[in-house]
């Protein structure tokens, strides 16, 4: 299977960190390849990276489950960011949370 057979298999799989996204996501492949060749024509390496950054996820088509290769990934020991998916429902146990330390959002 070649690369693009490959990034184009990922429309095959129903993210489910990802419920949200109705579009294929082939289509977030190369919208995030095209938003680096826009903020960065001369590092073709970065737009290649930016097309392929989640065929990993396809490792659930073998057996992988979907949390260990799907999901966001976030910085700890700071606040959680508001863009974390379902950070609303899902964090409210996390004593991070409340941790007067963790404040500001890491940038
Ligand atoms: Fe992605």
Redesign the pocket.
Same mark, same amino acid.
């Given at each position: 299977m070649s690369m693009m057979d490959t990034v184009m298999s990922l429309d095959e799989l129903v993210d489910e960190s990802d419920p949200d996204v109705d579009f294929p996501n082939s289509f /977030?492949?190369f919208q995030?390849a095209e938003g680096i060749r826009r903020e960065h024509p001369d590092n073709d390496w970065f737009q290649l990276v930016g097309l392929i /950054?989640?065929v990993g996820k396809t490792m659930a088509f073998w057996g992988e489950p979907q949390w260990a290769v799907v999901g966001d990934t976030f910085p700890v020991g700071c606040k959680f960011q508001n863009s974390i998916v379902f950070r609303g429902n899902t964090f409210l146990d996390n004593p991070d949370e409340a941790n007067p330390k963790y404040k500001y959002v890491r940038l």
């Open positions: /977030h492949a995030t /950054h989640d």
